[in-house]
């Protein structure tokens, strides 16, 4: 089997590569995409390999399966990159002010990113009335209603999560009414 056996793998990759690069290189004009592209072919292989069955075709066949959705997928990629870089045409370039004035705000929020990734290991309900409270400060009420939930259980959760994260910089901030 080609996906256990190296040797196996080898022959098959010999014996195939020429044909994919042919079949990519008909359809791509760029090498640097057409090497990644049987590159990636011969990785989905190893991937796939227990899929193939010779009574449905050759494997020539089910190769250039496995490269049309390669191509395919490359190709969704490549037109949503176009699309995103076509949406910031027109925009303007940030200023050395601006990217200054960010780099600042990125530095102050530093300490509330510790404390998501604190947070990451909390419960979902007790994660969310935390960040609610602790981080975007609104008080347990307003969280208890944001999340849809009764101020008694809201207040519960917080309880629990302060318990748990108690020695994390910024969660025993914020109000509780």
Do not use: C
């Not at 995409?33 to 390999?49: G, K, N, P």
């Not at 490269?67 to 870089?85: C, M």
């Not at 990451?120 to 944001?146: H, I, K, M």
């Amino acid at each position: 089997m080609i996906a256990t056996d190296p040797e196996a793998f080898e022959a098959f990759y010999r014996r195939h590569v020429e044909s994919i690069t042919r079949f990519l290189a008909r359809r791509v004009d760029d090498p640097h995409t057409v090497a990644d592209l049987v590159a990636e072919v011969f990785v989905a292989v190893l991937d796939t390999a227990r899929t193939y069955r010779p009574s449905l075709g050759s494997e020539i066949a089910w190769l250039y399966g496995i490269a049309r959705n390669i191509l395919s997928a490359e190709r969704q990629r490549r037109f949503k990159e176009s699309r995103l870089t076509g949406r910031l045409q027109g925009r303007r370039l940030l200023e050395p002010d601006d990217v200054a004035r960010l780099v600042e705000r990125i530095d102050a929020e530093s300490r509330a990113r510790r404390a998501f990734e604190a947070m990451a290991g909390l419960p979902a309900g007790e994660r969310a009335v935390l960040e609610l409270v602790a981080l975007d400060q609104l008080t347990v009420t307003e969280a208890a209603a944001a999340l849809g939930i009764r101020q008694g259980t809201a207040r519960v959760r917080l309880h629990r999560a302060r318990n748990t994260l108690k020695d994390v910089p910024l969660v025993m901030e914020g109000t509780t009414q």
